[in-house]
């Protein structure tokens, strides 16, 4: 599974972009699908995740702003970012993890959010 992330920008504070993450296969054999951001001098941080069954987890700092879900039949993953900080300024990945054979854990090409006024 190749991955291709879209929808990075400069936004204000306050605002609203929506990450996109295309797969070139079916994603409904991923166990999980997840999204991941780094801050320049920081280590990569798991930001949300959504797995097959649905079960959907946000790293604290962006619960109740950030919504991940999926669309199987088009193969994307989104990212809805809401009420966006300076401190959500970074480059977010999206990742797709299969545990089962055939085993995967692909990994896009990241996208720059910045948010500064």
């Known amino acids: 599974v190749q991955l291709q992330a879209s929808g990075g920008g400069l936004v204000q504070p306050g605002g609203s972009l929506r990450l996109s993450c295309a797969a070139s296969g079916s994603i409904f054999s991923a166990n999980s699908m997840r999204w991941y951001r780094q801050a320049p001098g920081k280590e990569r941080e798991l930001v949300a995740s959504i797995t097959s069954g649905d079960t959907i987890t946000y790293t604290e700092s962006v619960k109740g702003r950030f919504t991940i879900s999926r669309d199987n039949a088009k193969n994307t993953v989104y990212l809805q970012m809401s009420s966006l900080k300076p401190e959500d300024t970074a480059v977010y990945y999206c990742?797709?993890?299969?545990?089962?054979?055939?085993?995967?854990?692909?990994w896009g090409q990241g996208t720059l959010v910045t948010v500064s006024s």
């Open positions: 990742n797709a993890r299969r545990i089962q054979y055939p085993k995967y854990d692909s």
